[in-house]
DNA sequence: TACCCGGAAGCGGC
DNA sequence: CGCCGCTTCCGGGT
C-alpha cells in the first residue's frame, strides 16, 4: 500500500476556514474517516443508509441537512418520497427543487449511499473483479448530469474497487475544480466560449427521467437491484466507523483527497461515465465547520468546510489544494474564501475566451488551472513567471507532483515522473523547457490554443495530406536529397505548427506573443536545421522570453515577416499565409457545418504516442510531421 | 545531488 | 483492438 508522502505535521493553527479545505490537500492522509463523524451527526433516527429510509425520515433528513449546513429551507412539498427515491434524484433534480442546497444534498446522500455500498461488500477487495458495477447502482437518466466529470483517473491502479472510485468521482465533481463551463463544450457544438453554466445545469431529460424515476416503484425497484442486493446485507453491519477507522492509510486517504482534487472532466467521457456512473456517485461525507472545531478530527471538519464551500458553488474547487504543498509548508495566508472558478477566466492571456474544459484532467490543464487560480492560492506550487509569454515555474516541484498524483491518483508521483510527463508536451509544442532556470517552463500554447489542440491535430491531418500532394508532384521534379526532405519536413512542420495557431487567431488574436513566439521558434529550429546546428543551440531561445530584449525579440513583427515568412516560404513553397488559407479551407470543407470563422469541430486527438513511434519510421515522407514537430521542438 | 533528457514498456480509459 | 495520455523505470548527461 502507498503512503501519503505528504507531511502530516499540522502548519500550527491556521484559521478555521483555511483548515477545512487547505489542510485536507496538504494531509489527505488524515486518519479518520470522515463518514463516522457525518453518521455520527446524522439524526439518530436515521438508518445510514438513505435507501432504507422512509418518508419520514427523508423529511428528517432534509431537516437536518438544513440545519447543519445552513441551507434555505426546502420546500417539503417536493420531497414526498421516499429514501431510496430521494437518492434518485440527480444533482439536478435536487438543485432544482432547493436551489442553493441541492449539491449539498446530493453530495451527502452520495456519502452515506457510498458508504453504505462500501460495507456491504468485502471492503477493499484488491481483485478488480470485486466491485459491482456502479452501472446498475441507480437507473437514473442517462442524459443527466452533462457536465459530470469523469473520474476514472481516480481509480485505483491496481484496479480496486471501481464503484468505490466511481463514487469518488461524483463527490469529485462536487468539489471539482471545476471551472464551471460545461464540461464540454467541445461537444457542445455550438456553444459560445465563456459560457460557464452553474455546477448544474443539466438536461431538462435528465431531470425528468430521474424524477420520474425516482417517484416510480420500479424505479425504486430497479434501483435497488443493483444495490439492493447487497445493501440488505450490509445493512445490518453498520457501524461504519468501525469499518472506516479500521481502515490503512491508503484506504482513508482514497477517501479523502478524491474530493480535494479538481475533477476532471472529459467531453467524450461525459456520456459515458454518466451513463456508467452518473447515477448519483456517492461522495464522502462531509460536515459542518461549526460541528467540530477540534484538531484531530478537522479533518472531517475541513471536509464539511470543502463540502460547503464547494459543493454549492463548486467554486474552489481546488481549494482543497491550497496552500499546501506536501513539501512546502509555507501556508499561504490566503484562505479558500470565495470560489471564483465559475467565473474564473482563464488566462494565460487575459483576453483568452473560455474555452471547453478538460478540467484537469490533462496534465497541462490541471498546470493551468493552478496557475490561473484568481487568489493565487497555488503560487507555492507553481506560478507563472511571465504569464504573457506562458512562462512558468514550479515552485516546489515536490509539491506539484503530489498534488498531481493526487489527481490522477497515482500517489506515488513525483516530480521525476511528473517531468517526464512535461517532456512529453515538448514534441508537440505545448512547453518547452526554459533552459538554465530550473524547474522553469514555457508554454507554448494558450489554453484556447490547448483546449482546441483536436483542432490541430485536425489541421495537421490536412496538412499532411497537402504535403503529400505537393510531394508527389515534387519528388516528379526534383531528386530529393537527404537535406532538402529534412529542410520540407521541417518547413511543412513548421507551417502546420503556424496554421495551427493561426488558425486559432480568430479566439486569441491578441495573443501575439504565442503567435510569432511559436513562429519564431520554428524558424529558428529552420535556420538550425539547414544552417546544420543542432536545434538545442538555438540562439533566440524563447525560454527566456521574458527578458525584455527577447521579449522585443518576440515582438519584432518584421522579424516575422522577413524571418519566419520567408523560411516557411522558401522550404515547401507555400507561403504561411497560404497554408493557413488552405487549411482553415480544408477544415471548413470537412466540417460544413462550421462557420467560416470558427474553428472546425475537433476530430482528432494530439497523439503523443504515434509521433514518437513514427520518429523511427525510415521512410521520410512528408507524412511524418510528428517527426517535424519533434525536431521543431527541440 | 538534483535536475534534465528521452527511450522503452506498460497501463487504464476510451 | 488501437489510440491516447500519461506512468514508471531507467541510463545517461549536465
Not at 227 to 250: I, K
Not at 262 to 269: E, R
Not at 388 to 406: Q, R, S
Not at 604 to 613: D, T, V
Amino acid at each position: 500500500m502507498k503512503l501519503l508522502p505528504i507531511p502530516l505535521s499540522p502548519l500550527g493553527a491556521p484559521p478555521l476556514s483555511m483548515w477545512s479545505s487547505d489542510f485536507l490537500w496538504r494531509y489527505p492522509a488524515a486518519p479518520p474517516s470522515p463518514l463516522a463523524e457525518l453518521k455520527t451527526q446524522l439524526p439518530t433516527q436515521l438508518s445510514s443508509d438513505p435507501r432504507l429510509w422512509g418518508r419520514e425520515e427523508v423529511v428528517v433528513f432534509l431537516r437536518w441537512t438544513e440545519r447543519e449546513f445552513d441551507l434555505p429551507k426546502f420546500e417539503l412539498d417536493l420531497f414526498q418520497m421516499n429514501g431510496k427515491a430521494l437518492c434518485l434524484l440527480t444533482k439536478n433534480d435536487l438543485a432544482e427543487r432547493c436551489p442553493g442546497a441541492g449539491d449539498i444534498i446530493h453530495n451527502v446522500l452520495q456519502l452515506l449511499i457510498r458508504d453504505a455500498q462500501m460495507l456491504q461488500r468485502p471492503f477493499r477487495s484488491d481483485l478488480p473483479s470485486s466491485p459491482i458495477t456502479p452501472t446498475n447502482r441507480y437507473p437514473l437518466s442517462p442524459h443527466s448530469h452533462p457536465p459530470t466529470p469523469n473520474w476514472n483517473s481516480l481509480v485505483p491502479p491496481n484496479g480496486e474497487n471501481s464503484f468505490y472510485a466511481s463514487h469518488l468521482q461524483h463527490f469529485m465533481t462536487s468539489n471539482s475544480v471545476t471551472l464551471s463551463p460545461a464540461p464540454s463544450i467541445d461537444s457542445q457544438a455550438g456553444s459560445p466560449p465563456g459560457q460557464e453554466p452553474p455546477a448544474n445545469i443539466f438536461s431538462s431529460n435528465s431531470t425528468n427521467d430521474v424524477a420520474q424515476a425516482s417517484t416510480s416503484d420500479a424505479s425504486d425497484a430497479r434501483s435497488s437491484s443493483a444495490s439492493g442486493a447487497s445493501a440488505t446485507a450490509g445493512n445490518s453491519s453498520r457501524s461504519s466507523s468501525n469499518h472506516s477507522d479500521s481502515e490503512d492509510e491508503s484506504a482513508n486517504f482514497k477517501h479523502k483527497i478524491p474530493k480535494l482534487l479538481p475533477p476532471p472532466i472529459h467531453h467524450k467521457s461525459l456520456s459515458n461515465s454518466l451513463q456508467k456512473h452518473q447515477q448519483s456517485p456517492p461522495v464522502t461525507p462531509i460536515f459542518k465547520e461549526s460541528s467540530s472545531s477540534s484538531t484531530t478530527p478537522s479533518h472531517l471538519t475541513h471536509q464539511i468546510g470543502d463540502f460547503k464551500q464547494h459543493s454549492i458553488f463548486f467554486n474552489g474547487a481546488l481549494d482543497a489544494v491550497t496552500n499546501t504543498s506536501g513539501s512546502s509548508s509555507s501556508a499561504s495566508p490566503s484562505t479558500p474564501t470565495t470560489p471564483g472558478y465559475l467565473s474564473v477566466k482563464r488566462e494565460f492571456f487575459p483576453d483568452t475566451p473560455t474555452e471547453p474544459n478538460t478540467n484537469g484532467r490533462l496534465l497541462w490543464d490541471f498546470l493551468q488551472q493552478l496557475l490561473n487560480d484568481h487568489q493565487q492560492r497555488y503560487s507555492n506550487y507553481i506560478a507563472w513567471k511571465c504569464r504573457d509569454t506562458g512562462v512558468f515555474k514550479i515552485v516546489d516541484p515536490a509539491g506539484l507532483a503530489k498534488l498531481w498524483g493526487i489527481q490522477k491518483n497515482h500517489l506515488s508521483m513525483n516530480y521525476d515522473k511528473m517531468s517526464r510527463a512535461l517532456r512529453y508536451y515538448y514534441r508537440v509544442n505545448i512547453l518547452r523547457k526554459v533552459q538554465g532556470e530550473r524547474h522553469c517552463y514555457q508554454f507554448l500554447r494558450n489554453p484556447t490554443e490547448l483546449k482546441s489542440i483536436k483542432n490541430i491535430s485536425l489541421l495537421r491531418q490536412t496538412m499532411t495530406n497537402q504535403q503529400q500532394q505537393q510531394q508527389s508532384t515534387a519528388t516528379a521534379s526534383s531528386t530529393t536529397s537527404s537535406s532538402s526532405a529534412e529542410a520540407q519536413n521541417s518547413a511543412a512542420a513548421a507551417a502546420l505548427q503556424a496554421s495551427a495557431l493561426a488558425s486559432l487567431l480568430p479566439q486569441s488574436t491578441t495573443n501575439f506573443h504565442h503567435l510569432t513566439a511559436a513562429l519564431v521558434q520554428s524558424s529558428n529550429n529552420l535556420k538550425l536545421q539547414f544552417s546544420g546546428r543542432n536545434a538545442e543551440d538555438e540562439p533566440h531561445d524563447l525560454s527566456t522570453s521574458s527578458s525584455n530584449q527577447n521579449e522585443s525579440f518576440i515582438k519584432n513583427e518584421s522579424f516575422i515577416k522577413n524571418e519566419c515568412y520567408p523560411l516557411i516560404h522558401g522550404a515547401n513553397g507555400l507561403t504561411t499565409i497560404q497554408l493557413l488559407r488552405q487549411s482553415q479551407e480544408n477544415s471548413s470543407s470537412q466540417s460544413p457545418s462550421s462557420s467560416p470563422t470558427s474553428l472546425s469541430p475537433p476530430i482528432h486527438h494530439l497523439s503523443l504516442h504515434k509521433e514518437n513511434q513514427e520518429q523511427h519510421q525510415q521512410q521520410q515522407h512528408v507524412e511524418e510531421m510528428p517527426t517535424d514537430l519533434r525536431k521543431i521542438n527541440n
